[in-house]
């Protein structure tokens, strides 16, 4: 290469030999008879093409820097290198490395950030005939560029003149910050049947859903965090076998053409963390390993696109069997937010959603999850697909009494079993501390508790249930001629709270209405408002039939509960307690001054 003199010999001494920019070339042979000491090649390699030197013998370690695209080093005629590093700032290739026993030099990748081609010999040996191949790589300083849709990842693509399996791949994740680095296959390299991971660096490992795909993967030596990323690329809705994973603290689902294919997964480790970064077609499920014999399995799924301003949708499904608690959370995305259909989970499982972006988690009507926990800024959504029908004495928790974004919590498709005496099925929501809109069930068999939470909420309530507004002027909402509807804490008074009535047919109202036990119109223009010295019904149904009122309200002065009574034909029997307003104030035998209603506490009514 012309920076040896002629007379230069290799003693058993360590020398250094230095291959300045382009220098190293075919005809160089650089012999050492020493086995025992430690020479160094240092060169630069520069052709754009693979170069083989006539013979590089006993030079324990070479160090190669890449600076021309397509530059490489064959090593046909290499023998005796203990190590191989590479640095660089361009593409480059290994090339005929004698994998088989002990015959490799182990590699270093420092601070790399393009792609490196390692092609082996040959991968025909079998580890039955002691000939397995293994190869042994260390990486450190390795970073990703570029954006994240279009990102650059400083590859290992692992290659071979005869095709097989590569038996065992070493790979330490070494330096002080962490490397990511992306594992392909190709060129006759059809599988590598274990790979090996040491280190203390957190470690971003990117593999594709057929290269990982039942492998074996052995990170319980690493230290740091190993996120196992999947692209599952051209998969659609085959299984991503992670069975054989073990030491994994994350994974990664990416899809890099992004064109929706479906993720589906088995094989994960309870209480890791699953990164959804695409959006998906087809259904979708992710299974935990021996979660079938478990009985505290977890599994966090963080839905957060690679684009910051897309959302992520898994569509059509998603199935989490044998798993008794499941995070969602979603990040990135906009003000739309991130969607899950048809989630299905075992019964009587925990579900909790969080994040700072909403999520709109849609239920299986077949999932009959025990508790749903929404945390977070979110303005998350929860709701089923279809009515949901839970066995006798099983109930739902919907609980957002922690989040502090404006919340949707539609129980509607709740539905009890037709069951024993005194067994009712019950759906309970609690909202959080913002505006949310909250509906009760409308099912049969069943009853639903609420407790709206601070704010300026919604409630939609159309069956039998018991109703806690909480604080902030709110609006509850009554449909349909059900009953058995008890209030807790209705405000009244201006800034109090509101109250719609929709029965389903025109309502119409009396003027100033007096019984025999005192009473006067409240609300003129709305309904009648009536005090009795004590609890009447049959006085309330009395002035309904002869009132011509379709509606009423009646205090009970000595107690303080006022009911909403409805009748549609003025006939005797068909009368209606709607619902009971309990704590409400009276002062001595009920006026008009004090009722406490006023026309502000009145809604729509139809």
């Excluded at 018991?466 to 709110?474: E, F, I, R, S, Y």
Aim: charged share 15%; net charge negative; aromatic share 4%.
């Amino acid at each position: 290469g012309g920076l040896i003199t002629s007379d230069f010999k290799f003693t058993s001494g360590n020398e250094k030999v230095t291959a300045g920019a382009g220098t190293l070339n075919a005809l160089d042979a650089l012999v050492d008879g020493s086995t025992t000491d430690a020479d160094v090649l240092d060169a630069t390699l520069t052709s754009g093409a693979l170069l083989t030197p006539a013979a590089i013998q006993n030079i324990e370690t070479i160090n190669l820097s890449a600076t021309v695209a397509g530059s490489g080093l064959g090593f046909t005629n290499i023998t005796g290198a203990k190590k191989v590093t590479l640095t660089g700032t361009a593409n480059s290739s290994l090339e005929d490395v004698n994998a088989t026993g002990t015959n490799a030099p182990a590699f270093e990748i420092n601070n790399y950030n393009k792609a490196v081609t390692l092609n082996v010999l040959t991968l025909a040996g079998t580890t039955a005939a002691g000939t397995a191949e293994s190869l042994t790589v260390k990486a450190s300083g390795l970073t990703a560029a570029g954006t994240v849709l279009a990102p650059v990842i400083p590859t290992l693509n692992l290659t071979s003149d005869v095709a097989g399996t590569l038996e065992t791949l070493n790979l330490e994740s070494a330096g002080t910050t962490k490397n990511t680095l992306a594992v392909n296959l190709g060129g006759g390299t059809t599988a590598v049947a274990k790979t090996v991971v040491t280190g203390a660096a957190d470690l971003d490992l990117l593999m594709a859903h057929g290269a990982i795909n039942g492998q074996t993967l052995n990170g319980a030596g690493h230290t740091g965090v190993l996120n196992l990323v999947v692209d599952r690329n051209g998969a659609a809705t085959a299984v991503t076998n992670l069975t054989n994973v073990t030491g994994a603290d994350a994974y990664t689902f990416r899809d890099s053409n992004a064109v929706g294919d479906a993720l589906v997964a088995s094989g994960l480790a309870s209480g890791s963390t699953v990164a959804l970064t695409y959006s998906t077609t087809g259904a979708s499920s992710l299974a935990v390993k021996g979660a079938a014999a478990g009985k505290a399995d977890s599994l966090t799924l963080v839905l957060d696109n690679a684009a910051d301003a897309t959302n992520t949708a898994v569509a059509t499904s998603l199935t989490v069997t044998d798993v008794e608690t499941l995070n969602i959370k979603s990040e990135g995305g906009t003000t739309a937010g991130s969607t899950i259909a048809g989630l299905t989970v075992t019964a009587g499982s925990t579900v909790s959603v969080d994040g700072a972006t909403k999520l709109d988690l849609q239920l299986a009507a077949t999932s009959l999850v025990s508790v749903v926990e929404v945390k977070g800024a979110g303005a998350h959504k929860v709701d089923f697909a279809g009515a949901a029908t839970y066995a006798e004495g099983k109930n739902l928790t919907i609980d957002g009494s922690t989040a502090t974004g404006k919340l949707t919590l539609d129980g509607t498709d709740f539905t009890g079993t037709a069951t024993a005496p005194g067994v009712v099925e019950t759906l309970t929501i609690r909202g959080g501390e913002n505006d949310d809109a909250i509906t009760a069930h409308t099912g049969a068999n069943a009853r639903s508790v609420i407790d709206a939470g601070a704010g300026k909420d919604t409630v939609n309530v159309g069956s039998a249930a018991n109703v806690t507004l909480g604080l902030g002027a709110d609006t509850l909402s009554l449909t349909g001629l059900t009953g058995g509807i008890t209030v807790t804490d209705f405000a009244l008074g201006a800034g109090g709270d509101v109250l719609s009535v929709n029965t389903g047919a025109p309502m119409t109202f009396g003027g100033l209405v007096a019984t025999a036990t005192g009473g006067a119109d409240g609300v003129a223009t709305k309904l009648s408002i009536l005090g009795f010295a004590v609890a009447d019904d049959a006085g309330a149904k009395a002035e309904l039939v002869t009132g011509g009122e379709t509606a009423i309200i009646v205090i009970n002065n000595a107690t303080g509960v006022a009911e909403l009574w409805y009748d549609a034909d003025g006939v005797a029997g068909s009368e209606v307690k709607l619902a009971t307003f309990e704590n409400i104030t009276t002062v001595g035998v009920l006026t008009d001054a004090t009722s406490g209603f006023v026309a502000a506490n009145f809604g729509i009514w139809a």
